[in-house]
């Protein structure tokens, strides 16, 4: 018997694995990290506003006229990106949260694949270890967010980073595809329709393009145009489909939301700048000797975002999300590209990795905290199916997720009282003087004529005193116009200073 062998170059393990092994590595890695933010989705509470803002887009899609029907002071973008989810529940049947936290999933997956799609022939990723920037991209977009997680600026990080991949070739003096330009830019406007001031962002990155390629016409690549006209069509239909936005919000936001803020000094405790503070200053030292690369843009961003976080003053954990997602991303990028030169090098480049994850952990406990009513569930849920839920309160979170946990009805058309506990703010701090005073009263008398027409609309079988983040039951002695309507409830019980009622009929 004779045996035949087959002519031609066999391929060994050792030929294979070179190549094989990273990228089985990093498939295996986004797995296991896919896994652990599923669990995360399911341990932690929903977010309260992408609660809230479910809510309105099911009044919305239900024929409710937004800024008229229901009161909520973002942008259209805010309620318009949630719909696709809700739609998709509804012909599921399934909870919109589980729906919008799987498109969530799917757009991380997407924006990295455009990502990598982009990056897949550049010289940007040279390094063999490049291939840890998948599971670290996949771990700040899917881990880090924490109680974040589907919230404006989370879903603009995700958007904006096929920009970031698209300038990072460029700057590398390569062309991208112009469909992954086009693709890039969309993104880009896309997350600029959340909240106009992420253009500072945006232009951070672009002005770094320009600095290191030392031509402003960078400025015009076509990626920048492509974002441009979507932002200018967006604002377009705004004025022309919601213009209550301009003419009922705007004077309110105006005059009450954006004059209270936390000071410079209030912002500095905060555990987001000196996140960020020691991720930039690892980064820089870490990338002193090199030339500006994707590590410098993403550190450029970064500190436009963290101009965005101190513009806002609110000092939100998920307000400061996309300043220390990015500035950990390029802390990360810094590890992983810089080659050590000396031993001092390989030191300190191990003491980076310590300080990433240590900065990563305390960033996740700083995206948990959010106010948690889960205690509330229970109790709520003993007087009955389907409630429909009143709050006194200014906490968006006492009423959000729980009503929706429950299967009931808010009964207010808008998250919370707010407006007259940002006036109360204002006065105690001396923000206003006495006309202006006299102009926010309008504000809030009109606030309290829209919870009365909302207890008349929907009658609520259960009511929320906050005694515990605000002073409900003493506001309600001092406005007997709405404690009038509320005469017929009962205390049922209180939990952590809030007060349970229940309807006597």
């Known amino acids: 018997m004779t045996m035949h062998t087959e002519a031609g170059p066999r391929l060994t393990p050792r030929q294979i694995s070179p190549v094989a092994a990273p990228a089985l590595l990093a498939w295996i890695s986004i797995v296991i990290l896919s896994a652990a933010a599923i669990v995360l989705r399911n341990l932690l509470a929903a977010n309260t506003d992408v609660s809230w803002l479910l809510t309105v887009g099911e009044r919305v899609l239900g024929g409710q006229r937004l800024y008229v029907d229901v009161f909520e002071t973002n942008p259209p973008m805010a309620v318009l990106v949630y719909l696709p989810g809700i739609v998709i529940a509804r012909a599921l049947g399934l909870p919109a949260e589980i729906v919008t936290d799987s498109l969530m999933f799917a757009g991380i997956f997407v924006s990295l694949a455009i990502v990598a799609r982009t990056l897949k022939d550049s010289s940007v990723l040279d390094g063999a270890n490049s291939w840890l920037l998948a599971p670290l991209a996949f771990a700040i977009l899917a881990i880090l967010p924490m109680q974040s997680f589907g919230q404006r600026e989370h879903i603009a990080i995700v958007e904006l980073l096929p920009l970031l991949a698209v300038l990072a070739v460029r700057m590398k003096g390569e062309v991208p595809s112009g469909r ?82 936390v000071s410079f000094q209030g912002l500095l405790e905060k555990p987001a700048l000196p996140i960020w503070g020691a991720a930039a200053l690892a980064t820089i030292v870490l990338k002193r000797r090199d030339r500006i690369d994707a590590t410098q843009l993403l550190l450029a961003t970064s500190l436009g975002f963290a101009a965005v976080f101190m513009l806002q003053r609110k000092g939100w954990p998920y307000h400061s999300y996309p300043m220390v997602a990015l500035v950990l991303f390029a802390l990360g990028h810094a590890v992983v590209s810089t080659r050590p030169r000396s031993a001092f090098d390989r030191v300190f480049r191990a003491g980076a990795v310590a300080l990433f994850a240590i900065l990563f952990a305390r960033s996740m406990l700083w995206f948990d905290v959010a106010f948690d009513a ?33 299967d009931g009805t808010w009964v207010s058309r808008q998250q919370g009282l707010w407006v007259q506990a940002y006036l109360k703010h204002m006065r105690q701090h001396g923000l206003v003087g006495p006309q202006a005073d006299r102009a926010l009263d309008g504000h809030a008398a009109r606030e309290r004529a829209m919870l009365i027409e909302d207890i008349h609309r929907i009658r609520p079988s259960v009511v929320l005193l906050d005694n515990l983040t605000g002073e409900a039951s003493a506001w309600l002695r001092a406005h007997p116009e709405i404690s009038s309507r509320l005469r017929d409830y009962r205390l049922v019980e209180t939990i952590n200073g809030i007060d349970i009622l229940s309807s006597v009929r």
């Open 180 to 261: 992954m330009a086009a693709i890039a830019g969309c993104g880009a406007g896309f997350a600029v329709s959340f909240k106009p001031h992420f253009a500072i962002a945006i232009l951070c990155a672009v002005g770094c393009h320009a600095l290191y390629t030392r031509s402003w016409k960078a400025v015009f690549a076509p990626e920048n145009l492509v974002a441009a006209a979507v932002v200018l069509l967006y604002g377009a239909g705004v004025v022309a489909f919601f213009p209550e936005f301009f003419t009922v919000i705007g004077p309110v936001v105006r005059d009450v939301y954006l004059p209270v803020g």
């Open 374 to 406: 889960r205690p509330l569930h229970a109790a709520v849920a003993r007087l009955g199916p389907n409630p429909a839920i009143l709050a006194i309160t200014a906490e968006p979170g006492l009423g959000h997720p729980l009503v929706r946990a429950l």
